[in-house]
């Protein structure tokens, strides 16, 4: 039988301990022989130099140990908000998670909106709460923060003694702590009818390993989360944690010998510049020298293949379904694709996308060529950044999350291409919403209409994050069947011609909140209708036609500018709360009264991208270096004044 899997992602805010939680996992558990740190620079998965320099991780990695008889992977993620891309493309490929929470901060923005994602993917996840060992970190307080704030489905699995010392340690409940055994029953309880009927009947009644059995069920069915406590740096708690991992997190087998599926969730180019692609098998196997398919009509040659395993990856003939490995040879492959023709789809955003862009500029103008091809490089493995080129000032730019990106792009760039560059000012990246209705057609064989076909579009407004939405409102009949062999697959590639129109509105930002109805479709035949004869349509007149009567649509719905706004926490010394709720009020941002919790405040706001990005860089100078801001994405919202258009295209602004 197949060796069980469990590919487990470490997720947290920035700084909580991931990095050096996952090294002393790997050495607990003997797969390193020195305990590494990121402080020296020294840890197994923080291996790019830039990450060593910084102390930060950059990019998800991927280290394996075994437990018992499961074979971990062991996924450390960035916890920095500006790297949110890596973790998104991470979260399909996870089979369990370890949310990382420091005992010190407690919850912070990023555990928050980790945690929603985690929940909305049903990924099995335990909690651990690290730093114990550290002055001011707490344990009912966390819990407390845990349950209010992430999620009322916490079982704090023991307790801490001597918490905030260098001895501090964990000890788990046993089944003759009357205390836990009842939180316990009462927690699975509510999630469990049996449970429930016995729980009324008599809670002193439930036998343990009952308890203990539906604890592993639901933690499987990421109904209930454990909460584990210790210190990364000491390896108090460590065991405990491991027991968790083995006991309540889902490992599996697979099917070797089902079909291909694989999801690639990671791409890096090697010493001598060759692709590797990190993917996750769901079921199959994959053998070296065999021939991939990975969708958008490609294919390619696997040439080698490495599984992660004691130590540096090891080369191997083949990959079976539960297992993690690295692939060469998949020269056209990107990160997101899917291997084989069922994988699961991984192009779902669970996080919000980048909301600022930037030009980049090369040090010397002929290295505009090789700029290109290194920026697309960086594209395949962060397809998020979007790399662009101006068509009339041939500028390029790339989408952001933030400063701290942009100087690991800038670092990038020159480490590993030799490139010397400089970015222009960060600006937001707008979206458009349509204002109202606006319809449009093109018909058959009408003097304006250059292509054969009759197209009808209606664009309505939708809900705020709505996107785009598709409908096909015509009859099935009307549908050139010929061309597109069903009404799906007609629909289908009808959505993408209208999303590929709606990637420049009216002010030349990308249209979202809106549903596009298609109300009208013919297609030319060859043998009538009776007097007007013409060859039969092709693919390229609907996908030509498209654009053309959904700007005129667009156009009589009109547009309005809307920037990315940010749900902003600022954590500053009580003493600079004057100044900077001055700077705030200057900044138009709207404030809630501030916290003050003794020598520390908190102040939460609501303000543009844009504008935050002004108080990350006043916020030394206000607070003598203290100041602290937390931002996440809160949506859009119209801009007040002109409307800003792209590439300083002049366009008129609409009124009303
Ligand atoms: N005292 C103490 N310090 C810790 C503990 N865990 C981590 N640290 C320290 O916290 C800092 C951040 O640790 P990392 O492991 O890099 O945190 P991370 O979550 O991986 O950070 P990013 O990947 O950048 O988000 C380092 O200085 C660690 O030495 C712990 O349990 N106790
Ligand atoms: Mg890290």
């Known amino acids: 039988m197949a060796k069980k899997e ?60 075994a437990l018992q008889d499961v074979h971990v992977n062991l996924i450390d993620t960035p916890g920095h908000p500006d790297f949110i891309a890596e973790v998104e493309r991470v979260l399909s490929v996870l089979d369990g998670a370890v949310l990382v929470i420091s005992g010190v901060e407690g919850v912070q923005p990023q555990t928050r909106i980790l945690m929603r994602a985690l929940q909305r993917l049903r990924i099995p996840t335990l909690v651990f709460v690290n730093k114990i060992d550290r002055p001011g970190a707490g344990d009912e307080r966390v819990v407390q923060a845990i349950s209010e704030r992430l999620t009322t489905a916490v079982m704090p699995m023991g307790t801490t003694q001597a918490i905030g010392t260098r001895a501090a340690y964990f000890t788990l409940s046993s089944a003759e702590d009357t205390v836990f055994r009842a939180r316990l029953a009462e927690v699975l309880a509510e999630r469990d009818e049996a449970i429930m009927a016995a729980y009324v009947e008599d809670e002193s009644d439930l036998p343990y390993h009952l308890l203990r059995d539906t604890l592993a069920a639901q933690t499987k069915r990421a109904l209930v989360h454990p909460v584990f406590f210790g210190s990364a740096v000491t390896g108090a708690g460590l065991d405990s944690l491991m027991t968790g991992i083995s006991e309540l997190l889902p490992a599996s087998a697979g099917d070797p010998d089902g079909p291909v599926s694989g999801t690639v969730f990671k791409i890096e180019r090697g010493t001598s510049g060759e692709k590797i692609a990190y993917v996750r098998m769901f079921s199959g196997t994959i053998h070296t020298r065999e021939r991939l398919d990975f969708g958008r009509g490609l294919e390619d040659k696997v040439t080698a293949i490495t599984v992660f395993e004691r130590g540096p990856a090891a080369q191997r003939p083949a990959v079976s379904a539960g297992a993690v490995a690295k692939l060469w040879g998949l020269s056209k492959i990107q990160v997101g694709d899917r291997i084989g023709k069922t994988g699961t789809d991984a192009s779902h955003h669970h996080f919000s996308p980048p909301t600022l862009e930037s030009v980049v500029v090369p040090g010397k103008l002929d290295d505009r060529a090789r700029l290109r091809i290194a920026l697309a490089q960086l594209a395949e493995q962060d397809p998020l950044i979007d790399v662009r080129q101006d068509d009339t000032r041939h500028e390029l730019s790339v989408s952001l ?91 289908e590639r009808m959505g993408d011609y209208v999303r590929q129109t709606l990637r420049e509105g009216l002010f030349g930002w990308q249209v979202r909140d809106c549903i596009v109805t298609m109300t009208k479709c013919i297609y030319s035949v060859p043998d009538g209708p009776p007097s007007r004869r013409g060859p039969l349509s092709t693919a390229a007149d609907f996908r030509k036609l498209t654009p053309l009567v959904l700007m005129q649509a667009l156009t009589r719905a009109r547009t309005v500018v809307c920037e990315p706004i940010v749900r902003a926490c600022v954590e500053i010394p009580t003493g600079a709360v004057g100044a900077v709720m001055a700077a705030l009020a200057r900044l138009d941002a709207g404030v809630e009264p501030p916290s003050l919790q003794g020598p520390l405040s908190m102040i939460e706001t609501v303000l543009s991208a844009a504008r935050a990005q002004d108080l990350q860089r006043q916020l030394p100078g206000l607070t003598g270096g203290e100041g602290v801001l937390d931002s996440s994405f809160a949506g859009y919202q119209p801009v007040s004044g002109d409307q800003p258009t792209r590439w300083g295209r002049t366009t008129e602004s609409v009124e009303g």
Request: hydrophobic share 40%; aromatic share 8%.
């Open 401 to 491: 999350y933030g400063e701290v990106q942009k100087e690991v792009i800038q670092a990038t760039l020159a480490n590993e291409f030799g490139l010397e560059v400089t970015f222009r000012e960060t600006t937001p990246i707008y979206i458009e919403r349509p204002i109202g209705t606006g319809e449009a057609i093109e018909i058959l064989h009408a003097e304006s209409n250059p292509f054969l076909a009759t197209i009808g579009l209606r664009i309505d407004p939708a809900p705020n994050g709505s996107g785009i939405d598709f409908r096909l409102q015509v009859d099935p009949r009307a549908v050139p069947l010929y061309l597109y062999k069903t009404v799906e697959r007609f629909s």
């Open 6 to 65: 469990l590919n487990l992602g470490i997720l947290a805010h920035v700084d909580a301990g991931k990095t050096t939680l996952t090294e002393r996992l790997l050495y607990e558990a003997g797969a390193i022989d020195e305990l590494g740190s990121v402080d020296a620079g020294t840890t197994q998965t923080d291996s790019l130099t830039l990450e060593r320099q910084r102390g930060i991780t950059i990019k998800s990695a991927v280290a394996s140990f």
